[in-house]
């Protein structure tokens, strides 16, 4: 007789084969055409709310591995949340404005004003960054990422931008902006401000020269050095790469705790720091001797001559100057340098600023009036030279601040900007109070930015640019105030930029509101620095739309650098709007290197980028190599990384796809309830369970990492490589409706719904696909679903208890050792060829001795005899925290039955059935075997 | 005109069954938790299950295009039960009864499909550890419609055959 149809062997049409890169993009199809994510959002309607809220990338070019990271983390962390039972929106958002833009635009078009004005050359930005989104929009969605795509947030929707200019009005109104004229980095090329972010460091030739100073009051000088009388010939010596901001000298700073010498020379005396006397005459080519010393201190206020003005230049005291290089006394323009300006504050309050934004200087300035400053350094060396000023010329290498985009050097210049003020209105203090509201992950974060705002000068909030928001101002010409009705126009310039986007404000008429005031104020055309733009989604996202909560946020999540970017203007705006943070949660990822843990670039050929492994591999393999790797430092990727990836991939795929092989013909009414389940699988339902709880803390607190490791393992581990191989004889052999078949497939229904579950965060799709092909699912996707319930630890009285099984697995250890030999010399082909005596002591038989007749089946043997005797020499003995247990196999001279393969004396023994055994007939035409433990 | 639709007065039977089939349905939602079975008789249990396929869940893992699929079988086998009721003489009750009833199950169960993309089932019969496919009030319309629409073919084809050979 034939028993094949006897025999229920596991059936599925779950592709073995993930073939990802064909089938996602069908299940994409499916997740539109029923519009998933809404359908999920309905479905959470009632639940709490969980807000991730999206940091939004630029959109210039297509995204590279390091934005499929963060998307893929936020979506991890969404997808858990939705799991965890809260209703977790995602809007993904994109940053628009800027200078990048604004190049890719001028590349094609020209600048501003070429061939296109202002208002279309804006256009065309607009038109060029809704390109872009498109196509990172499609990148993104590729990666399996939910949200709301069809309606991002973009900084460049007329809401977001009416929002921007709310947010400014409220912080205006709030104290924290103030009009300010500083030093800030300046490029000629852009003629704009740049920001510390858009600037390179290269190196430059410049002039180096040392400059006389004549000093005004004799006496006052002999008078610090503590000497009698008057020194009328001194002069002070600073050194300095750029001459042409000697027309802005306004002080000379020393440092308090130097000392300085006086040192008598052929052209009268001269004041340097005493360290660097020796190197001075060298280069001036003098000889001297030192008259006197004294310190920085003293000498505040020895005036001096400006080299060639007919004006003073204060001797003032500052913690910038050292004695490393020059002279040891530091040349004050104020208006060129962010330190000149700081010293020479605490001064005076005038700032002298003679060089226009187009690199001349200003036509009334004497001397050199209307010059470009790049032409004036021989000029005005030549002056010094003929006023007897010069003390020594010559040139110098350095590394000096450039343009990033025009690779031109730039300088310091101080241009009226508006500023938030840290200090005006206690910002810096309410937003390091806020830091500690605030939970950082890893929790280094917090240190980073205290830090970071805690020494950090005033936001200069103003750029002078054509693709970005306006600060929508009248100023009074002459003092440069707002106007007094500041606030209320604002607001309704708001509400027209709502309507029309940015260039409501560009094309405004200043008499529609100033009426006869026209002359008096003038409209400010400067822009929003883009930080500003992105820092207040928070205010024009979160609190704009209807169905993302309320402010605070429960986490941020981007990479390790937005300290000092986006999480730093979030917090700053949050502040001085609301005086508290937007978020609750800050979480940071580090950032993606090769396998070496070098950056990756196109040069060095390392390159992975997200688009070409969704065509090899998939998203799913990218999204587990997400999950498995620590974010918290560098994340290393390379083809081989993935590939590795991939095998686990496979791993946890071909798990689910004998779970549900087995499950064929199952369905949810033939679950057995848990207290008549056999207890073996009442034990992996109890594994299951401690497992669930790990997955859940794990994702609770962001450890991703743990939970691959983890899921990974009781694939391989528990299921693989035990009580999926214990169950073949159950499954295959036993009657279809028996209650011990049954129970096992009670089991695997049950794990395979947690499991699915586990890891719909990380490999979205597969777990859609495993789901399709569950015996029953309430809802079409896990995502619809919370952690799942039907898990339970084992009860207290439990028969397999902890102990028990901890023997039975150093049996079963045993065993597997005893069997090795035998295999490997041929004696046997599998377990089921063998038998094994199992010796142990008294106390452990009479534990096993319940389940002693089916332990074979644990063991996967023919025949498991427990034994008190003393095991024979030879035996495989596995000791375990002082308890031993040896196994003695030998190959099974019984028959061999046709049907379940085991070697037993019955088989033959029904006449009707001559080659199985008698348990086999019971299963084909008995009332079917019955199973008490395994 | 009338008369032509006199016997579509038999639809008041599906409504009715429509009503009853998802009244039915509806208490099953409110009080059963999923794939739990709650113990009614013994043989019998409410257990709660969604069918995204047809019978024996055909097709059930089929991504998204399964419920169009059934949804255009099932209306266009509703629309031909209908025309086969137009035809059939009010009075002919033994025909017009089972017709109306798959009428019913054909609907009950597609506005399950149409608005949630599955069918709802909660009838869970079985003897010992072997189990009926868990079942509906439309199921059972349908079922029963089937069974005596054969069961009336074979009986009239034996009268018919009768006739013929001239038997009273």
Same mark, same amino acid.
């Given at each position: 007789?034939?028993?094949?149809?006897?025999?229920?062997?596991?059936?599925?049409?779950?592709?073995?084969?993930?073939?990802?890169?064909q089938?996602?993009?069908?299940?994409l199809?499916?997740w539109?055409?029923?519009?998933?994510?809404?359908?999920?959002?309905?479905?959470?309607?009632?639940?709490?709310?969980f807000?991730?809220?999206?940091?939004?990338?630029?959109?210039?070019?297509?995204i590279?591995?390091?934005?499929?990271v963060?998307?893929?983390?936020?979506d991890?962390?969404?997808?858990?949340?939705?799991?965890?039972?809260?209703r977790?929106?995602?809007?993904?958002g994109?940053?628009?404005h800027?200078?990048?833009?604004?190049?890719?635009?001028?590349k094609?078009?020209g600048?501003?004003?070429?061939?296109?004005?202002?208002?279309?050359?804006?256009?065309?930005?607009?038109?060029?960054?809704?390109?872009?989104?498109?196509?990172?929009?499609?990148d993104?969605?590729?990666?399996?990422?939910?949200?709301?795509?069809?309606?991002?947030?973009?900084t460049?929707?007329?809401?977001?931008?009416?929002?921007?200019?709310?947010?400014?009005?409220?912080?205006?109104?709030?104290?924290?902006v103030?009009r300010?004229?500083?030093?800030?980095h300046?490029?000629f090329?852009?003629?704009?401000?740049?920001?510390?972010?858009?600037?390179?460091?290269?190196?430059?030739?410049?002039?180096?020269?040392?400059?006389?100073?004549?000093?005004?009051?004799?006496?006052k000088?002999a008078?610090?050095?503590?000497?009698e009388?008057?020194?009328?010939?001194?002069s002070l010596?600073?050194?300095?790469?750029?001459?042409?901001?000697l027309?802005?000298?306004?002080?000379?700073?020393?440092?308090?705790?130097?000392?300085?010498?006086l040192?008598?020379?052929?052209?009268?005396?001269?004041?340097?720091?005493?360290?660097?006397?020796?190197?001075?005459?060298?280069?001036?080519?003098?000889?001297?001797?030192?008259?006197?010393?004294?310190?920085?201190?003293?000498?505040?206020?020895?005036?001096?001559?400006?080299?060639?003005?007919?004006?003073?230049?204060?001797?003032?005291?500052?913690?910038?100057?050292?004695?490393?290089?020059?002279?040891?006394?530091?040349?004050?323009?104020?208006a060129?340098?962010?330190?000149?300006?700081?010293?020479?504050?605490?001064?005076?309050?005038?700032?002298?600023?003679?060089?226009?934004?187009?690199?001349?200087?200003?036509?009334?300035l004497?001397?050199?009036?209307?010059q470009r400053?790049?032409?004036a350094?021989?000029?005005?060396?030549?002056?010094l030279?003929?006023?007897?000023a010069?003390?020594?010329?010559?040139?110098?290498?350095?590394?000096v601040?450039?343009?990033?985009?025009?690779?031109?050097?730039?300088?310091?210049?101080?241009?009226?900007?508006?500023?938030?003020s840290?200090?005006?209105?206690?910002?810096?203090?309410?937003?390091?109070?806020?830091?500690?509201?605030?939970?950082?992950?890893?929790?280094w974060?917090?240190e980073?930015?205290?830090g970071?705002i805690?020494?950090?000068?005033?936001?200069c909030?103003?750029?002078?640019?054509?693709?970005?928001?306006?600060?929508?101002?009248?100023?009074?010409?002459?003092?440069?105030?707002p106007?007094?009705?500041?606030?209320?126009?604002?607001?309704?310039v708001a509400?027209?930029?709502?309507?029309?986007?940015?260039?409501?404000?560009?094309?405004l008429?200043?008499?529609?509101?100033l009426?006869?005031?026209?002359?008096?104020?003038?409209?400010?055309?400067?822009?929003?620095?883009?930080?500003?733009?992105?820092?207040?989604?928070?205010?024009?996202?979160?609190?704009?739309?209807?169905n993302?909560?309320?402010?605070?946020?429960?986490?941020?999540?981007?990479?390790?650098?937005?300290?000092r970017?986006?999480?730093?203007?979030?917090?700053?705006?949050?502040v001085?709007?609301?005086?508290?943070?937007?978020?609750?949660?800050?979480?940071?990822?580090?950032?993606?290197?090769?396998?070496?843990?070098?950056?990756m670039?196109?040069?060095?050929?390392?390159?992975?980028?997200?688009?070409?492994?969704?065509?090899?591999?998939?998203?799913?393999?990218l999204?587990?190599?997400?999950?498995?790797?620590?974010?918290r430092?560098?994340?290393?990727?390379?083809?081989?990384?993935?590939?590795?990836?991939?095998?686990?991939?496979?791993?946890?795929?071909?798990?689910?796809?004998?779970?549900?092989?087995?499950?064929?013909g199952?369905?949810?009414?033939?679950?057995?309830a848990?207290?008549?389940?056999?207890?073996?699988?009442?034990?992996?339902?109890?594994?299951?369970?401690?497992?669930?709880?790990?997955?859940i803390?794990?994702?609770?607190?962001?450890?991703?990492?743990?939970?691959?490791?983890?899921?990974?393992?009781?694939?391989?581990?528990?299921?693989?490589a035990?009580?999926?191989?214990?169950?073949?004889?159950r499954?295959?052999?036993?009657q279809?409706?028996?209650?011990?078949r049954?129970?096992?497939?009670?089991?695997?229904?049950?794990?395979?719904?947690?499991?699915?579950r586990w890891?719909?965060?990380?490999?979205s799709?597969t777990?859609?696909?495993?789901?399709?092909?569950?015996?029953?699912?309430e809802?079409?996707?896990p995502?619809?679903?919370?952690?799942?319930?039907q898990?339970?630890?084992?009860?207290?009285?439990?028969?397999l208890?902890?102990?028990?099984?901890?023997?039975?697995?150093?049996i079963?250890?045993?065993?597997?050792l005893?069997?090795e030999?035998?295999?490997?010399?041929?004696?046997?082909?599998?377990?089921?060829?063998?038998?094994?005596?199992?010796?142990?002591?008294?106390?452990?038989?009479?534990?096993?001795?319940?389940m002693?007749?089916?332990?074979?089946?644990?063991?996967?043997?023919?025949?498991?005899?427990?034994?008190?005797?003393?095991?024979?020499?030879?035996?495989?003995?596995?000791?375990?925290?002082?308890?031993?247990?040896?196994?003695?196999?030998?190959?099974?001279v019984?028959?061999?039955?046709?049907r379940c393969?085991?070697?037993?004396?019955?088989?033959?023994?029904?006449?009707d059935?001559?080659?199985?055994?008698?348990?086999?007939?019971?299963?084909?035409?008995?009332?079917?075997?019955?199973?008490?433990?395994? | 005109?009338?008369?032509?639709?006199?016997?579509?007065?038999?639809?008041?039977?599906?409504?009715?069954?429509?009503?009853?089939?998802?009244?039915?349905?509806?208490?099953?939602?409110?009080?059963?938790?999923?794939?739990?079975p709650?113990?009614?008789?013994?043989? +019998?249990?409410?257990? *709660?299950?969604?069918?995204? !396929? $047809? =019978?024996?869940?055909? #097709?059930?893992?089929?991504?998204?295009?399964?419920?169009?699929?059934f949804?255009i079988?099932?209306?266009?086998v509703?629309?031909?039960?209908m025309?086969?009721?137009?035809?059939?003489?009010?009075?002919?009750?033994? +025909?017009?009864?089972? *017709?109306?009833?798959?009428i !019913? $199950? =054909?609907?009950?169960n #597609?506005?399950?499909?149409?608005?949630?993309g599955?069918?709802?089932?909660?009838?869970?019969?079985?003897?010992?550890?072997?189990?009926?496919?868990v079942?509906?009030?439309a199921?059972?319309?349908?079922?029963?419609?089937?069974?005596?629409?054969?069961?009336?073919?074979i009986?009239?084809?034996?009268?018919?055959?009768?006739?013929?050979?001239?038997?009273?």
């Amino acid at each position: 007789m034939d028993y094949k149809n006897t025999i229920s062997l596991p059936v599925t049409d779950f592709p073995m084969k993930a073939d990802l890169p064909q089938r996602e993009p069908n299940r994409l199809a499916e997740w539109a055409a029923s519009d998933r994510y809404h359908a999920i959002q309905k479905h959470a309607a009632d639940r709490p709310m969980f807000v991730l809220h999206d940091g939004p990338p630029y959109a210039n070019g297509d995204i590279h591995i390091g934005h499929a990271v963060n998307k893929i983390l936020k979506d991890i962390v969404v997808k858990s949340r939705l799991l965890a039972g809260f209703r977790a929106p995602y809007v993904p958002g994109w940053d628009c404005h800027g200078l990048p833009i604004e190049v890719a635009v001028e590349k094609k078009h020209g600048k501003v004003g070429q061939k296109l004005d202002a208002r279309a050359f804006r256009a065309e930005c607009r038109r060029y960054a809704a390109e872009q989104i498109d196509r990172q929009r499609e990148d993104f969605k590729r990666l399996g990422v939910l949200g709301e795509w069809e309606n991002p947030y973009r900084t460049m929707d007329y809401a977001y931008e009416a929002g921007i200019v709310r947010s400014l009005a409220r912080i205006v109104d709030r104290g924290h902006v103030v009009r300010g004229f500083k030093p800030v980095h300046w490029c000629f090329d852009c003629q704009s401000a740049l920001a510390e972010a858009e600037i390179e460091y290269g190196n430059k030739r410049d002039p180096a020269i040392d400059v006389a100073f004549k000093f005004i009051d004799g006496k006052k000088l002999a008078g610090a050095f503590g000497l009698e009388g008057s020194i009328d010939d001194a002069s002070l010596a600073i050194w300095t790469t750029t001459p042409w901001t000697l027309p802005a000298n306004q002080a000379v700073a020393v440092g308090a705790e130097l000392v300085y010498a006086l040192v008598k020379t052929a052209r009268g005396h001269l004041l340097l720091a005493e360290s660097l006397v020796e190197s001075c005459l060298l280069r001036f080519g003098m000889s001297g001797e030192i008259v006197a010393t004294t310190t920085g201190a003293r000498l505040e206020r020895c005036d001096v001559q400006h080299p060639f003005y007919d004006r003073v230049s204060l001797l003032i005291l500052s913690d910038h100057v050292s004695a490393a290089d020059g002279t040891g006394l530091v040349h004050c323009a104020p208006a060129y340098g962010v330190e000149d300006f700081h010293a020479v504050k605490r001064y005076s309050s005038e700032v002298l600023n003679p060089v226009g934004g187009d690199s001349r200087y200003a036509a009334d300035l004497p001397l050199f009036g209307g010059q470009r400053i790049k032409d004036a350094n021989p000029h005005i060396i030549a002056l010094l030279q003929e006023r007897g000023a010069l003390l020594s010329s010559t040139e110098f290498d350095h590394s000096v601040a450039h343009c990033w985009r025009h690779k031109t050097p730039t300088i310091f210049r101080a241009t009226p900007q508006w500023f938030i003020s840290m200090d005006a209105a206690s910002l810096r203090k309410d937003a390091l109070s806020a830091i500690d509201t605030v939970r950082w992950i890893p929790d280094w974060g917090r240190e980073r930015i205290y830090g970071m705002i805690e020494n950090r000068p005033d936001w200069c909030i103003s750029r002078q640019r054509t693709w970005g928001v306006p600060i929508p101002l009248f100023v009074d010409r002459e003092r440069q105030l707002p106007h007094p009705r500041t606030g209320e126009w604002m607001l309704a310039v708001a509400d027209k930029i709502e309507q029309g986007g940015i260039d409501a404000w560009f094309d405004l008429d200043a008499n529609d509101w100033l009426g006869a005031d026209v002359d008096r104020y003038e409209k400010v055309t400067d822009t929003l620095d883009v930080w500003f733009e992105s820092g207040v989604s928070h205010s024009a996202v979160v609190c704009s739309r209807d169905n993302l909560g309320e402010l605070p946020v429960d986490i941020y999540l981007e990479g390790s650098d937005q300290h000092r970017g986006w999480f730093h203007s979030a917090l700053l705006t949050g502040v001085a709007m609301y005086g508290a943070a937007p978020y609750r949660q800050v979480l940071t990822h580090g950032f993606t290197v090769d396998a070496q843990g070098k950056k990756m670039s196109k040069s060095a050929g390392n390159v992975v980028a997200p688009q070409q492994v969704m065509k090899s591999l998939g998203a799913d393999v990218l999204r587990l190599w997400v999950a498995a790797t620590d974010y918290r430092a560098e994340m290393s990727v390379s083809d081989e990384i993935l590939k590795r990836v991939s095998e686990s991939y496979r791993r946890i795929r071909n798990t689910c796809r004998y779970l549900l092989a087995n499950l064929n013909g199952f369905e949810p009414q033939n679950a057995v309830a848990l207290d008549q389940m056999l207890p073996l699988d009442r034990y992996l339902i109890g594994q299951a369970h401690a497992l669930q709880q790990k997955v859940i803390a794990a994702y609770d607190s962001y450890q991703f990492h743990q939970i691959y490791q983890d899921v990974h393992a009781f694939c391989a581990i528990e299921l693989g490589a035990f009580y999926l191989d214990v169950l073949k004889d159950r499954m295959y052999t036993l009657q279809r409706d028996s209650l011990a078949r049954r129970s096992g497939q009670t089991a695997m229904w049950h794990v395979l719904e947690a499991l699915t579950r586990w890891i719909a965060p990380i490999l979205s799709f597969t777990a859609d696909e495993i789901w399709s092909y569950m015996p029953a699912r309430e809802h079409p996707s896990p995502l619809f679903h919370t952690w799942y319930e039907q898990l339970a630890p084992v009860p207290s009285d439990f028969g397999l208890n902890a102990a028990t099984m901890a023997l039975l697995m150093q049996i079963r250890e045993a065993t597997q050792l005893a069997l090795e030999p035998l295999r490997r010399d041929k004696a046997i082909g599998s377990g089921l060829d063998a038998e094994v005596d199992v010796h142990l002591s008294a106390l452990q038989a009479d534990a096993l001795r319940p389940m002693a007749n089916e332990l074979k089946f644990l063991l996967i043997v023919s025949r498991a005899t427990i034994t008190t005797e003393t095991a024979p020499a030879g035996a495989t003995v596995v000791e375990r925290e002082g308890i031993s247990v040896a196994v003695a196999p030998r190959v099974s001279v019984a028959a061999k039955c046709v049907r379940c393969w085991h070697h037993v004396d019955d088989v033959g023994t029904h006449p009707d059935h001559p080659e199985i055994c008698g348990r086999c007939v019971e299963n084909v035409v008995g009332e079917g075997e019955v199973r008490a433990w395994f | 005109m009338t008369a032509r639709l006199a016997s579509y007065a038999w639809l008041w039977l599906s409504a009715v069954m429509i009503a009853l089939d998802q009244w039915t349905k509806a208490i099953a939602v409110e009080h059963l938790i999923y794939a739990q079975p709650v113990p009614v008789l013994p043989g +019998l249990n409410w257990t *709660l299950i969604h069918n995204y !396929g $047809g =019978a024996f869940s055909f #097709l059930s893992h089929q991504p998204g295009w399964q419920k169009w699929f059934f949804l255009i079988v099932a209306s266009a086998v509703t629309l031909g039960l209908m025309e086969w009721l137009r035809r059939t003489p009010r009075s002919n009750w033994i +025909l017009c009864l089972p *017709l109306s009833l798959l009428i !019913g $199950g =054909a609907i009950g169960n #597609l506005i399950d499909r149409a608005s949630l993309g599955y069918v709802i089932d909660f009838v869970d019969v079985y003897y010992q550890t072997h189990h009926w496919p868990v079942f509906n009030v439309a199921d059972s319309c349908v079922t029963v419609g089937i069974v005596w629409l054969i069961c009336y073919e074979i009986f009239s084809k034996e009268a018919r055959t009768e006739r013929q050979n001239g038997k009273p």
